[in-house]
């Protein structure tokens, strides 16, 4: 029997329902047996409360039915050396008890006891959101964890919070947002993201097996080297489009933590939140510590599917303007045309040239502020370079927007270089230990976001820098990770609060910035992809993936972050070839329909251009204008992975409508005797026709039809005769 049975609140301003098409999410408590669970697009999640008074998982999957006997499994000793309480399994188990798996909290009381046992004590539903109190056996401290599920995509959020009811501060040494347990199993794999600057996205998959795996940071920031992403799957079951995936990513843009290992028991424990490396928070009595969000899923249907239903729940539930959000403009940036040789003449050439093509957007990279000359000096001081910019920035905003294109502007924020005014008023706003060295990268140091004066220091010159010039759009950038994290001023048992504070304040200064300028856009960069996660993807409308824009290498950037991030988000530019990372040369018509899968950006030197090149461009941009709602807000197949063909990668956009439905072929080498076999088309409505069109105009390849089924491009599948290396070519799909 149900005591409380709560539906779905109305809340999402423009459905993006996925394959069920349900909108009902349910939490459900019923009375007596202390289970809960949340149900959402046929995804079950069970949870709750043994005899003993422990908070236990009992379910995370496919969906059971109403009035299925849930429970918690009944657990036996399996020996001596692992007692009872070490292998039953906890929703959100306190470091104690002899536990060997990742906890929920370790904490150190201040009589020295460290031994932490949390029991159920009280639970509430509201509306999709359940919340459930734990307390520890015998002190007066008390954990909150709480869950929602969003109706159209199954995706729970789990987070937890923690509170000191005592006296004295209460040490905590480490804190997840949340712990999952998947059954016992020898055949799960775990892929995550990992790189380097200029090579972020690569896929990697390894076996859970005891020896515990762990995605982390231990920057200060997200970071290039591993993303707050994972994907559970099982050997010989999962693949693009087949079998169970467990996903999810942590919503934040700091030290992170996310360990898989196989248990005593062969279960697969994930746990996931603050880095508990180097960690400590010293909680003050009545104080609460908050975890970040965890959003994890579950698909039946493979990698593909997961990451459709994770991209849909980004555009409904992360993204600052939810589904209201504008599609990307096609933005022209400077950066590899000038570097920081930025001047008001250059750059109003170079807008000319990119209004022609069909810019919506122009962005004045790193250069324009203070004596930044190179990246040596001036980082801290946004005042306009008085040199470059004699008028300030009016002219050449008056300018950009007279060719019907906005202005956006770089900025990095949260840096400083030694070499700057700023640096010299204020040394002791960087982060380091007092007397010691403080590395320095890219010559610059991370100013301490932490303090507030720092904080309401950085939000006042972006405050005075949007409201006195017509600025659309900021690029903000991150360039360097932590070294010497250390809070000059903070007492010693607060110090360690540098982690957490500093991205709380720079989320609060993206808030607040956007709250005083609602039309603002923002893109979040990091050298490249070094901060982009759920955490940053609530306050940015789009990021930069990678500092590498070669168009081949992209397809496999593109590639590793589409299993994490929706392309909605995911720019991309045409720059100039021989690419500057790795000198390949490739045509323009390649580097247009690499760039054209996410977010188009142009990157290009348009004062070298040639007529023909213009000519190609505004051909392209003006096709990418009539395909672009169904790149960024599509469903995205996958059908063949430039990390799994040596010569030919395949994506595909279907428009939510299904009216319209975009396949990229892409060509990486091809020997002449080659015949690749066709391309088979994904979530095209069977029953309905579609005519074909080669996008960017010309014939259809010989054999094509001008119009057929879905079920018969999906059943013979198609593809262009594509020859030599780098080439490529789009088809679109339009219902009839
Ligand atoms: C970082 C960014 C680049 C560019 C430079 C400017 O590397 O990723 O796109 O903005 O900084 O210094």
């Known amino acids: 029997m149900r005591h409380r049975l709560l539906l779905a609140l109305p809340l999402l301003a423009l459905p993006i329902l996925t394959h069920a098409q349900t909108a009902e999410a349910r939490v459900t408590a019923p009375a007596g047996a202390r289970v809960f669970r949340l149900d959402g697009n046929g995804v079950t999640y069970a949870l709750g409360v ?53 906890p929920g909290i370790k904490v150190a009381f201040a009589d020295g006891n460290r031994d932490l046992v949390l029991k159920y004590r009280s639970h509430r539903v509201d509306g999709e959101t359940l919340t459930v109190e734990l307390a520890d056996i015998s002190q007066p401290f008390f954990v909150t964890l709480r869950y929602t599920i969003d109706p159209a995509t199954g995706v729970l959020a789990r987070s937890a919070s923690v509170r000191n009811g005592g006296k004295r501060p209460v040490r905590i040494d480490q804190i997840a947002a949340a712990v999952f347990t998947l059954p016992a199993g020898d055949d799960y794999r775990l892929s995550y993201l990992t790189g380097r600057h200029a090579a972020e996205w690569t896929l990697k998959d390894v076996p859970v097996t005891p020896a515990l795996t762990a995605i982390e940071s231990r920057r200060g920031l997200t970071g290039h080297a591993n993303n707050p992403w994972f994907a559970i799957g099982k050997t010989g079951q999962t693949d693009e489009a087949h079998g169970p995936v467990w996903y999810g990513g942590l919503a934040w843009s700091g030290s992170f933590r996310i360990s898989v290992a196989q248990d005593v028991l062969g279960r697969v424990r994930i746990a996931g939140g603050f880095n508990p490396y180097d960690f400590g928070w010293s909680l003050k009595p009545g104080e609460t510590l908050e975890t970040p969000v965890f959003y994890v899923g579950y698909s039946g249907h493979g990698m593909g599917e997961a990451s459709r239903d994770f991209h849909a729940f980004q555009l409904t539930h992360i993204l600052p303007e939810h589904a209201r959000a504008k599609l990307r403009p096609v933005l022209y940036n400077s950066w590899e045309a000038t570097t920081f040789d930025v001047t008001e003449a250059g750059q109003m050439a170079l807008a000319e040239k990119a209004a022609a093509i069909g810019a919506e957007r122009f962005v004045v990279d790193d250069g324009w502020f203070g004596a930044r000359d190179s990246d040596r000096a001036g980082l801290g001081d946004w005042t306009v370079n008085p040199r470059k910019f004699p008028h300030g920035l009016k002219p050449l905003i008056d300018k950009v927007k007279g060719l019907g294109m906005d202005f956006g502007l770089w900025v990095e924020p949260e840096s400083v270089n030694p070499d700057s005014d700023l640096y010299r008023t204020h040394p002791d706003w960087v982060i380091g230990f007092p007397g010691r060295p403080r590395t320095e990268a890219r010559n610059q140091l991370v100013l301490n976001l932490a303090r507030t004066d720092v904080r309401d220091h950085i939000l006042g010159w972006l405050d005075r820098l949007v409201s006195e010039n017509d600025i659309a759009f900021l690029k903000w950038d991150v360039n360097r990770r932590w070294t010497e994290p250390g809070w000059p001023g903070a007492s010693p048992a607060d110090q360690q609060r540098l982690y957490v504070d500093y991205v709380r304040n720079l989320y609060w200064i993206l808030a607040e910035l956007r709250r005083r300028h609602p039309a603002l856009e923002i893109e979040g960069c990091a050298g490249g992809g070094g901060r982009v996660d759920l955490g940053m993807l609530r ?26 991030y929706t392309p909605a988000v995911m720019m991309a530019w045409v720059t100039d070839s021989p690419n ?99 391309i088979l088309p994904q979530g095209l409505d069977p029953a309905r026709r579609y005519a074909v069109r080669m996008l960017g105009g010309g014939a259809l390849p010989a054999g094509v039809p001008a119009s057929a089924s879905g079920a018969y491009w999906m059943a013979t599948g198609l593809r262009a005769p594509l020859k030599g290396d780098f080439a490529g070519a789009a088809f679109v799909f339009e219902a009839l």
């Open 50 to 102: 043994d005899d003993k008074g422990y908070l236990r998982p009992i379910h995370w999957g496919a969906a059971v039915a109403e009035g299925d006997p849930l429970a918690p499994p009944i657990v036996a000793e399996p020996s001596s050396f692992d007692p009872a309480p070490t292998v039953t399994a906890q929703e959100y188990p306190g470091q104690g008890e002899g536990l060997v798996t990742d």
């Open 539 to 564: 306050w940015v409308d789009e990021v930069w993936p990678s500092d590498n824009t070669d168009p081949s290498d992209r397809l496999a950037i593109q590639d590793g972050f589409t299993h994490a």
């Open 580 to 678: 500057w990372a790795n000198t390949r040369v490739t045509s323009l018509d390649y580097r247009f329909l690499s760039a054209m899968q996410g977010g188009l950006g142009i990157g290009a030197n348009l004062l070298k251009w040639q007529a023909e090149d213009v000519a190609t461009a505004s051909k392209w941009i003006a096709a990418y204008k009539t395909i672009r709602a169904t790149v960024q807000r599509g469903n995205l197949y996958r059908l063949v992975s430039p990390e799994a063909s040596a010569s030919t990668s395949a994506t595909m956009y279907v428009g939510r409508d299904g009216r319209q439905a975009v396949l990229f072929q892409m060509l990486h080498s091809s020997m002449w005797r080659d015949n690749p076999p066709a």
